[in-house]
């Protein structure tokens, strides 16, 4: 059986999750605690694991793969149905054109080790912190709504959703989690209502996870 390192509040195990769930994949999850004794994701045991030291982390037998857009991608290789990326060249480029926007140039800036840091090293008070937060993830899902106009209210997929609402819907959590305001993209909101009405997203939601907290 697959297994999954996994946080329930980590947005990018949050994506794993939901594409293991659309390909209706069996696996097994493996809490591994983003704050308690400082990070158990810096252990010398799991830094055996995974010598990045983050999560999420999948291993199907012997092989280990890190990063969750790299898990995507070899799940959607090594379990080619359903698929989670769209078959003509184009469209999958446009699919990974957004989702990388979403994992690699909004996700970074505010993931827990950048905001641990703001506060810890940079002595950003709690305020200043969140507007920090809120000004990143609006100037990016602004290119996203833009970005979606082409699916014309429907999935990435056309009639099921895959790699892109992946990516997407944990950042919208995390960004309902920090009051950001979400009112100006239409688009982005009636994506994510339409996959949250899905038992594949149910079931990856963080408080369905078993260490939720």
């Not at 390909?23 to 995974?50: C, F, I, M, T, W």
């Amino acid at each position: 059986m697959l297994r999954l390192y996994s946080y329930w509040r980590s947005s990018a195990a949050y994506r794993v999750r939901i594409a293991l769930n659309l390909k209706g994949l069996a696996y097994e999850q493996v809490p591994v605690h983003l704050l308690r004794d400082g990070g158990e994701q810096h252990s010398a045991a799991y830094r055996a694991l995974n010598p990045q030291g983050l999560l999420p982390l999948l291993v199907d037998g012997d092989r280990h793969v890190a990063q969750s857009l790299a898990i995507l991608e070899y799940l959607d290789e090594a379990y080619p149905e359903p698929a989670l990326l769209p078959a003509a060249p184009w469209a999958r480029a446009q699919v990974r054109s957004l989702a990388l926007h979403i994992a690699c140039d909004v996700h970074p800036l505010n993931n827990l080790r950048v905001l641990q840091y703001l506060s810890t090293q940079l002595s950003v008070d709690e305020t200043a912190r969140t507007d920090w937060y809120r000004h990143w993830v609006g100037l990016g899902l602004a290119a996203v709504e833009a970005g979606l106009a082409p699916l014309q209210g429907r999935f990435s997929l056309e009639g099921r959703p895959g790699y892109l609402e992946a990516c997407l819907i944990p950042q919208i959590y995390n960004a309902q989690r920090f009051a950001c305001d979400l009112s100006g993209f239409p688009r982005i909101l009636d994506l994510v209502a339409r996959c949250q009405a899905l038992q594949a997203f149910q079931q990856a939601s963080p408080e369905a996870q078993a260490d939720a907290q």
